[in-house]
């Protein structure tokens, strides 16, 4: 009976046992229910055959269907304290952050790296709304400053994705001390004449909107993302009206004056090239000293000699700035952009195995 136990019963049980299946195999459309194979999606940069919906894409995700050839130079992003204020309320805000930083692979919310764009070397950052809900905390506001920064010290455009839901309440007032902060670093690109492109995705609401996110020399938002301030059934219910159809989409507020354009995904890139180069001749016959002017100001983040070749790229610790305020100007950075391998799906698998 032994060839019984040990073959038969082993090959029926392996024969009855269920398949394990992954759970973004097939994705389902918000909008229409159509259910769509996630390799099929990806493929489409996410946006979804049948409908024509733009779902939501993760930071490494962007910067890889932005830069040519997929290729980029992430930014060594300041760390900043994880839990200044001990917050806790059905669960520990430190645990909260595990979690996220566990499930989307990145330190916090905001991703961006350094490529070429058409040629150009252009600097852009990522909100990952997927990370608690894209909300701006200390580490995603000190991630935008250094950003912008970045941009200066290169001499090259800035082009921000955002979504977000808001400001990180687990922060208190901290997290609105970035809206002043970051609008004093979308000032420092103006005087230094340099183009700054935002690409407003669905959702970008709350403090976002109500800082950097409408600060932009060029606003493009993707087709129907909800983009404003308070919610419309936070709105409706303050005003006690019904609002019109389409209300804070992409559409109502390109018909209103709002954005400037609303660019579908698949064209996005190939606009943003057409926008950075229109912008950047302005300064073709820029002089010396116009030059020396847009390197005053000292970045967070030096160039990198490894910058005329970049591949993808994770998101690495970088020096801690203790308080999360900006670092004094006669700091040197530690390290400089670190390159290597992204997956092709966006995820870090590194900073998720350190999580």
Not at 63 to 80: C, M, R, S, T, W
Not at 145 to 171: C, D, H, K, T
Not at 217 to 246: C, K, N, S, W, Y
Request: hydrophobic share 40%.
């Amino acid at each position: 009976m032994n060839w019984i136990n040990s073959v038969v019963r082993p090959k029926i049980r392996s024969f009855l046992r269920k398949k394990e299946i992954p759970d973004n195999l097939w994705v389902k459309c918000p909008e229409t229910g159509q259910m769509i194979y996630y390799k099929d999606l990806e493929a489409n940069q996410f946006v979804v055959p049948g409908s024509d919906f733009h779902m939501r894409m993760t930071g490494p995700a962007r910067l890889k269907a932005l830069f040519d050839d997929g290729k980029y130079a992430a930014l060594h992003l300041p760390d900043v304290p994880h839990d200044p204020l001990k917050f806790r309320d059905e669960r520990r805000y430190s645990e909260r952050l595990k979690d996220a930083r566990s499930k989307t692979g990145l330190n916090d919310a905001v991703h961006s790296g350094i490529g070429k764009l058409h040629g150009d070397t252009v600097v852009a950052a990522v909100q990952d709304f997927d990370f608690m809900g894209g909300s701006l905390g200390t580490a995603a506001g000190e991630a935008v400053i250094s950003s912008m920064r970045a941009a200066l010290v290169r001499n090259a455009p800035f082009i921000l994705f955002a979504a977000s839901g808001g400001a990180r309440m687990q922060e208190g007032i901290l997290s609105l001390m970035q809206m002043p902060r970051t609008t004093v670093a979308v000032e420092e690109l103006r005087e230094a004449n340099l183009p700054y492109i935002v690409v407003l995705t669905n959702p970008t609401t709350g403090g976002v909107t109500a800082s950097y996110a409408m600060l932009g020399d060029i606003h493009i938002a993707e087709p129907g993302a909800l983009i404003g301030f308070a919610g419309p059934r936070v709105i409706e219910q303050t005003i006690r009206e019904q609002l019109p159809a389409g209300f804070q989409r992409s559409e109502y507020l390109l018909e209103h004056g709002m954005v400037d354009m609303v660019v579908h995904r698949h064209d996005l890139r190939a606009t943003l090239a057409r926008i950075c180069n229109l912008l950047l001749h302005r300064r073709l016959d820029a002089t010396a000293e116009d030059q020396v002017k847009a390197l005053v100001h000292r970045p967070a983040i030096a160039a990198s000699p490894e910058e005329q070749a970049p591949v993808q790229a994770q998101d690495a610790p970088a020096k801690h700035s203790g308080n999360g305020l900006d670092k004094s100007h006669h700091e040197e950075p530690e390290a400089e952009e670190v390159l290597t391998q992204a997956p092709s799906n966006g995820a870090n698998q590194e900073t998720s195995q350190n999580a």
